[in-house]
C-alpha cells in the first residue's frame, strides 16, 4: 500500500451473504477480512470505495422479467444494506450499479455516486492510480470490475482471501480468477 493507492470494496450487501435472496457460498467470510483492509487503508489516509448492487423492483436482470437471477438487492430494501458487521467509515464513497431497468450492471465501473459521477473519474479525481479490490462475488461483480478497472488504465491488486463466487457452474470462480490474472491483476492476501 502506498500513495495512489484505493481499496473497492464490492457488493458487501445482506442479499449476497447468509439468509439472502441471493447468498454466496461463505459470503459473510469476507467481512472480516475486508474490515481489516478497511482499517489500514484509514489509518493510511488512502480512499475507501464501496460499490453496492442497486436495482429497481422491475429489472431484465432478475428471473422473474426474462434475467437469470432471483429478486435480489433492490433499492431500498433489507437485503441491499450492507452488511451489518462491514465497518465501512463514513467517509467511504458509495457506487450504486445496475440501475437501469435492462442491464445487469456487473461492473462497478458502470456505477455512479450519489452525484451522478462514474467511478473512474472519482478514483482519477482523487489521484488513484491501484486499486484493491475485494468483495462479492468473485464470478460476477468483482470480475468485470476488476477487468474494467484494467481496461481503465489501473493497476488492480485481487484480495483473493477477501472474495467469494456465486459458482453456478462449479469452477466458475477459479477461471475468473485465472481470467483477471490473464488480465493483469496481481493477486494478494493477507499478511
Ligand atoms: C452480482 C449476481 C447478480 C454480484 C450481482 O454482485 O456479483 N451477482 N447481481
Ligand atoms: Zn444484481
Redo the contacts with the bound molecule.
Sequence with gaps: MQRKDALVV??VQND?CSGGS?AVTDGDKVVPVLNRYIERFKAANLPILATR?WHPEKTS?FKVYGGV?PV??VQGTKGAEFHPDLRLPSEAVIVSA?MGADE???SGFQGRNHRGVKLSDLLRGMGVERIFVGG??T????KHTVLDGLKEGFKVVLLEDAIRG?DLQPGDSERAIAEMVRAGAERSRET
Excluded: K, N, R
Excluded at 139 to 142: E, M, N, Q, S, W
Design positions: 464490492i457488493d449476497f441471493l448492487d436482470h437471477w435480489h438487492c445496475g445487469d450492471g456487473y462479492l462475488a464470478d460476477y461483480c468483482v456465486v
